[in-house]
């Protein structure tokens, strides 16, 4: 018997579709990096990018546990002396939803052009209204 080894050209990727509301941030980051790298798949191949497109919505919605809103920090730093920036995850969370999520999944995704290539197949919106009509998105549901 052989290994099989999936190919770039035999790869077929479905659009998923995923409410993030009222699930714990690491809980949904986990599984949607789960099913951008494929793991889900039985052709997954750990060089080959065979994970599928997702689409999360309401990411204004996710739920953060403790006191996460307030003592969780997000930190950025421009490169200059005393460039560090600090922003609390409540606050982010209100400002742009967005960041919160994709930085939690692609915090989860290898360090990698492969890794790279996973995370922009990721679409995150506020609301619960998205771009992505066209692609029929398959509705999934995550436990929380």
Do not use: C
């Not at 609390?88 to 994709?102: C, F, H, T, W």
Request: no cysteine; aromatic share 6%; charged share 25%.
């Amino acid at each position: 018997m052989k290994t099989y080894y999936a190919k770039v050209g035999e790869v077929e990727r479905e659009w998923l579709l995923v409410d993030a509301t009222d699930i714990p941030l690491g809980r949904l980051a986990s599984e949607v990096a789960q099913i951008l790298k494929g793991k889900r798949k039985p052709q997954y191949t750990p060089h080959v990018d065979v994970g599928d497109f997702v689409i999360v919505v309401n990411a204004s919605k996710i739920k953060l546990t403790g006191k996460k809103l307030t003592d969780k920090m997000k930190y950025r730093h421009s490169g200059w002396p005393g460039g560090l920036k600090s922003i609390s995850m409540g606050d982010l969370l209100a400002k742009n939803p967005r960041r919160v999520i994709e930085g939690a999944v692609k915090g989860m995704l290898p360090k990698n052009t492969l890794g790279r290539a996973m995370g922009m197949k990721l679409k995150v919106y506020a609301g619960p209204e998205h771009q992505n009509q066209a692609q029929k998105p398959r509705q999934i549901t995550l436990e929380g």
